[in-house]
Structures are given as structure tokens and as C-alpha cells.
């Protein structure tokens, strides 16, 4: 099996047993560990996956942190944990002190079901307070499995995780506050609607009364927009003069046919740009015509590749 199937076998476990797991040490040896035997760690040989590290903080000598995963018999990642049926909303300073005094670049934090990934992106070796990744194993995206699977063991590059963290962490910022002003709309949120449209003082009553029609006009436009896509992939399908091979398995390369359709849309129908995968790349084509490819993707692997066709139609 591959790493998502793998992935997602583990996570039926994770189902079955969550509620019967009551302590901490039962959490690591029944969910904790085996997640990062999953992401290829020796977890038995204690110079690459170091349980009880020690990680001395000031004066106070032999703390330790669960767990250390080694490189060079150096820390890359700490992992701390906590029983399963604990939340992991007040745990991390303990993880943030251990941080500032090893050499590690990632923390993370888990109950075994939610994992939390931390850096040091806004001050060197100190260890953020908002984390830049969290995965609930129980709802799992797409996205969360190629970000996890940047921390396998034949895959970790400290460098390419730290280039997409701080972009990881600001969206994941934005879409839970986008999500909270979508349930419960802030006054700074309905001052910001009202502004074109309401010319009366903004007072607090006015506000309060706003706030539910705001939070419907929210949610009616979201709802809307998601109906027009969906009818739009229904037409499409139905519409379509050919089948195309295959289909594309993860949100990143949905967002690259996204992409090529909204830089090429001034140039072509987008309507016409379709796709065909194949065991070796996906290719984008033109009016569902394997001789009129755009462009071939490959995406499965580390190294990401984008072909292009040249003179002749040598590829570039």
C-alpha cells in the first residue's frame, strides 16, 4: 500500500480504539508511535526515535520530552503527548520551553488523533505560539496527507517545510477567522458591510441588528456559489463529448488545473481545457484532444514537474 492508503488503514484503528484509550503512556504505545512507524521512523532504535529526551530547561536539569526524532544524533522534531482523551488547547508551553533549548526546528504536539506543528517563524529558536499545521486524523483532507507526508522519514527536508510553514500558518489563520465571522459576524465585520450601504450612525444597536442579516447574507451567498458549482460540474459532465481517463486524487492537482484555467482563460476556453491521467503525469488538454495537450503534470513524487510542449512539440 501506499502512503495514503497506509494512512488511511491507520486511521480506522485510530477509530475503533480512541474511546477505550484512557491513559497517556496506553495513547503513545497504541496510536502515537505507530503514526510515526507510518512516516518511516525506526521507532525502536532509540538514535533516530529518542523516547524521554532529555531537554534541560535553565536551572531545572532532566526535563524530558516524550519523544526526539534524530538526524546525526542531533534533534530535527520533539513530540510531545498527551492521553487521548485530552484536549491540546493548554498543553503547548510546556513544548515551547523544551524548544528554545534544543537545536530542533519543529515541535509537535498530539493526543494521538490531533496533531499540531510548530516552528519558529516569527522569532529564531523560539517556538511559535500558533501552530502552522493541525490534522484531526477523524477528518482528514487531502491537503493534511501530502503536508504529512513531507515529514516522512525518506522525505524530510527541514528547508522545504519551513519555505510553505509560514504560508500554511497564515491560511490556516484566515479560514478559521473567516469561519467564525460566517457563525457569529464581528462588529468590525459588520461596520465593514455596512459602510456602503447603510448611511445612518453605525451604533451598537444597529450593529445588533445587522449581525443576523449579515450572518444569513453570509451564509445564503456561500451556499449559492456552491450551487452554481456543482451545476456547473453536473452541465460539464454531462456535456462532456469524451470521458476522461482516470480522475485527479488530491486538492493539489485540482488547484493546478484551477490555476492553468485562470491564467489561460483570456486566451481560451476554459470550458474546453479538460485533463487526461495516465500511471506517469496528468495531462491537460484542449478540447478533450490528446494531440492538443497544454501541458503534462506530475505531482505524485517530491519533485514536482511541469512539461511543456516546445518547437516541434519537443517537450520542455
Avoid at 22 to 45: C, H, R, W
Avoid at 86 to 92: A, F, T, V
Avoid at 170 to 196: G, R, S, T, W
Wanted: include cysteine.
Amino acid at each position: 500500500m501506499d502512503f495514503k492508503d497506509t494512512l488511511k488503514a491507520f486511521i480506522d484503528r485510530v477509530e475503533m480504539l480512541k474511546d477505550t484509550i484512557q491513559t497517556e503512556e496506553a495513547t503513545k504505545m497504541s496510536l502515537i508511535v505507530p503514526f510515526f512507524q507510518i512516516l518511516g521512523y525506526d521507532v525502536f532504535n532509540p538514535l533516530e526515535f529518542c523516547p524521554e529526551y532529555t531537554a534541560d530547561v535553565g536551572i531545572k536539569k532532566g526535563e524530558k520530552v516524550d519523544y526526539a526524532i534524530l538526524v546525526k544524533n542531533e534533534p530535527v522534531i520533539l513530540i510531545e503527548a498527551k492521553a487521548a482523551s485530552r484536549k491540546l488547547d493548554k498543553h503547548n508551553s510546556q513544548l515551547f520551553r523544551y524548544f528554545v533549548t534544543t537545536s530542533a526546528k519543529f515541535a509537535i504536539l498530539t493526543n494521538g488523533i490531533t496533531y499540531k506543528f510548530y516552528t519558529d517563524l516569527e522569532e529564531t529558536n523560539k517556538m511559535d505560539k500558533e501552530p502552522f499545521l493541525e490534522v484531526n486524523l477523524l477528518n482528514l483532507k487531502d491537503s493534511h496527507i501530502s503536508q504529512l507526508a513531507k515529514f516522512r522519514k525518506d522525505s524530510l527536508n527541514v528547508a522545504d517545510i519551513l519555505d510553505s510553514a509560514s504560508l500554511l500558518k497564515y491560511n490556516n489563520l484566515f479560514k478559521k477567522y473567516i469561519e467564525q465571522q460566517f457563525q457569529n459576524p464581528a462588529d468590525e465585520m459588520v461596520k465593514l458591510f455596512l459602510q456602503p450601504v447603510y448611511k445612518g450612525a453605525k451604533t451598537q444597536a444597529v450593529i445588533e441588528k445587522f449581525r443576523p442579516i449579515l450572518k444569513k447574507a453570509l451564509q445564503d451567498y456561500l451556499n449559492e456559489v456552491l450551487n452554481e458549482k456543482l451545476q456547473s460540474a453536473i452541465n460539464s459532465t454531462n456535456a462532456s463529448t469524451a470521458p476522461e481517463t482516470g480522475s485527479l486524487t488530491t486538492e493539489e492537482e485540482w488547484d493546478a488545473l484551477s490555476l492553468i484555467k485562470v491564467i489561460l482563460k483570456d486566451t481560451l476556453d476554459a470550458n474546453k481545457i479538460t485533463y487526461k491521467c495516465t500511471e506517469s503525469y496528468t495531462a491537460i488538454l484542449y478540447d478533450n484532444n490528446s494531440r492538443k495537450w497544454l501541458c503534462r503534470l506530475i505531482l505524485k513524487n517530491t519533485q514536482k514537474t511541469l512539461i511543456l510542449p516546445g518547437e516541434n512539440k519537443k517537450e520542455v
